[in-house]
């Protein structure tokens, strides 16, 4: 299939997720969209089969309808955690095999701290924009005080953590982030996933921006954004 195809398809798919951000109150809205992806052991066969790329693809669809400047910031985590280029319309093609197969090993343990450090590190005070975090990851972390206790530092950041557990895991760390008590606004929610594969696009978009809008207007309210 040629680029020009791919990135057709692309932009065709992100009609879909109009209506989805529509439905959810979110038109109009302008946030900085940020995917946040598990290399993990585990993780390996998404990577391989083309599968992560695929997701890589729909949430571009989705950022091209709110998105403030048509990029997704991008970083990966493992053990540790990493920064990557962003991702455009125009460069999305192959990405998966270009610059993260190509960098990176897809076989360490999972923490969960490392990328949210990264997180609120660069998105640390006022922002132009929102910053809306889509968080992939198939399994439980290692290092669950040292999350727990960013999750509530970053409750005063203008940053949203939308977490995506893929598989048949029952997630019950990530469940408890979603009610996690002592913030200073909810932050994060948590959707799961069995099959990220054949789930419609319609629901995914849908159920990633769920929680979104309360998060913004309450955001609002106490002017962190």
Known sequence: MTFELKK????????????????NRLSGVKAQVVLVLDISKSMNPLYRSGLIQKVIERILALALNFDDDGSIDMFLFGTRAYSLPPITI????????KVILSEYKINEATNYAPPLKLIRDKYHGKQPVPVFVIFLTDGGNADRRETEDI????????VFIQFVGIGAESFPFLKK??????????????????DIVTIEDSELYSRLLNEFPQWIEKAREIKII
């Open 8 to 23: 057709k398809e692309v932009v065709d798919l992100s009609k879909k997720a109009a209506f989805a951000v529509g439905m």
């Open 90 to 97: 125009n460069d999305f093609d192959n990405y998966v095999q």
């Open 151 to 158: 999750i509530r530092s970053l409750s005063s950041e203008p």
């Open 177 to 194: 982030l979603d009610e996690l008590k002592e913030r200073l606004i909810d932050n994060a929610g948590f959707m799961q996933i069995n």
